[in-house]
């Protein structure tokens, strides 16, 4: 049972430290979970942006799996394997669509985005920290191997 979790964590660190699109989701995973302290969302609310967290990175890591099994498969071009990778970038695609569809419906609320705008004009130190974390985010995701 160790050995599974071992497995399953050194899967999970092989697509964070290969992928970049998997360091952009969890960038937007970090992002959207501090903004969500500006609102008054229902554990029912949580529950479904968690739903949807996960359904992005599984997504990710399928993706990840099917294209190193492609790539071990067939290491010439092969049009079945092409099919293959753009039929696993494409369900990446659709739940990173999903997920932005339940941003917009949960986050685009003016008043609340006034009040964060106002919060960080207002805390000096908490802006710096953002503005750090963007400094972060960035090299984060622009991490090579």
């Excluded at 130190?125 to 960035?138: C, N, R």
Aim: hydrophobic share 60%; proline share 1%; aromatic share 18%.
């Amino acid at each position: 049972m160790i050995n599974s979790f071992r497995f399953a964590g050194r899967g999970f660190l092989y697509c964070v430290k290969n992928e970049r699109n998997m360091r952009i989701h969890l960038t937007a995973v970090f992002y959207v979970l501090l903004f969500s302290t500006f609102y008054d969302f229902e554990p029912g609310q949580y529950a479904v942006l968690l739903l949807v967290f996960g359904l992005a990175l599984v997504a990710e890591m399928v993706n990840t799996a099917i294209e190193v099994l492609c790539d071990m498969l067939s290491p010439k071009y092969s049009e079945a394997a092409r099919i293959a990778k753009d039929v696993a970038a494409g369900a990446v695609f659709v739940s990173a669509v999903v997920a932005v569809a339940v941003a917009m419906i949960y986050f685009f609320d003016m008043e609340v985005l006034r009040r964060i705008w106002n919060y960080f004009l207002g805390h000096a130190v908490a802006a710096v920290m953002l503005l750090l974390s963007f400094i972060f985010a960035f090299f984060f995701i622009r991490a090579k191997k």
